[in-house]
């Protein structure tokens, strides 16, 4: 039966005679129901934790997975009590990989019972349980919930990280890989700022530097709260790009970092996705705006030394 498909359920009646498949097939709607339910209304993927990190211990890899909560594509539940540490083979074809935390159910040989009128014995209960498996990130598997990207190459595996599927009553982006990094470029820029007005470069840009500084703090006060969604976070950063460019570019030669910058942001603000755009196009995007945490870190540092040494 198909999720959707119209279900069926058990209609008792007085003499009906229940046979086991009555029994099963009882299970199903509400098996059916409840993964119904939480596929249209909260979605797939994580929903809280199993969160993972990937380490090396001499010549093996192990993901370490937090306990947490998932849905998958065909909308099972999956759990994982507590944190567990998982040995990876690494695979010989390189390439990038989905690590899966797989919905996982068989008999439960701890409770066997006799069956009627033989000698034979069977598992009265079925166990659910999980298990992570890793597949190459173009086999997608619906009975489990993606937990991280890795890529191997030449014998070695490296944890890309990038955003998962994530489902609940909103995406948890704050537990994501994209909220610290918008956070970060508020955090760098506003240092940024401060060292220019040290400098006294901005004087004849009171209007547009109080614009940036107002738009940075403004989008500080928007990530206080945990739980913003992903596409809040896409489109902050995408505003802050702009405020970033009218605020660079017009700034007089001052340090060789910062003529660099210019360009940089330029490209990146010509490239912001459109409003109706997907969420796929605007991470695509946001690979290219976390970049520029590089360039704007080496900006601070240059900064910091040169008003260091005018004092």
Not at 67 to 72: K, P, S
Not at 92 to 98: A, F, P, R, T
Not at 238 to 267: C, Q, W
Request: aromatic share 8%; net charge neutral; with cysteine.
């Amino acid at each position: 039966m198909k999720l959707d498909e119209n279900l069926l359920r058990l209609h008792p009646f007085e003499g009906l005679c229940l046979t086991s498949h009555d029994l099963q097939d009882e299970q199903l709607y509400h098996r059916r129901s409840l993964q119904r339910h939480n596929l249209y209304l909260h979605g797939h993927g994580i929903v809280q934790g199993l969160q993972v990190e990937l380490e090396q211990r001499k010549k093996t890899y192990v993901a370490l997975i937090q306990g947490g909560f998932g849905i998958t594509r065909t909308g099972q539940q999956v759990l994982l009590p507590e944190a567990v540490a998982v040995p990876l083979e690494v695979p010989k074809k390189d390439g990038e990989y989905m690590l899966w935390l797989f919905h996982v159910e068989g008999p439960d040989e701890r409770d066997l019972r006799p069956v009627f009128d033989t000698a034979e014995t069977k598992a009265a209960r079925i166990r659910e349980s999980v298990a992570p498996r890793l597949h190459p990130i173009d086999d997608d598997q619906a009975d489990a919930v993606a937990l991280c990207r890795i890529n191997v190459r030449l014998g070695r595996m490296v944890q890309v990280k990038l955003p998962v599927p994530r489902a609940g009553r909103q995406e948890r982006a704050a537990e994501s890989y994209l909220k610290p990094r918008v956070v970060e470029f508020i955090r760098v820029n506003k240092k940024i700022q401060v060292n220019l007005f040290r400098t006294a470069l901005l004087s004849e840009l009171g209007l547009t530097a109080l614009g940036f500084h107002s738009a940075l703090i403004s989008s500080e006060f928007l990530l206080i709260e945990e739980g913003t969604t992903d596409r809040v976070l896409y489109r902050t950063a995408g505003s802050l790009i702009g405020y970033a460019h009218d605020f660079y570019n017009p700034l007089p030669k001052t340090i060789d970092p910062i003529e660099r910058f210019k360009e940089f942001v330029r490209r990146v603000n010509a490239e912001v996705p459109g409003p109706d755009q997907g969420n796929e196009i605007w991470l695509r995007w946001f690979d290219k705006f976390e970049r520029l945490l590089v360039p704007l870190n080496k900006i601070s540092d240059e900064l910091e030394k040169t008003v260091e040494a005018q004092r």
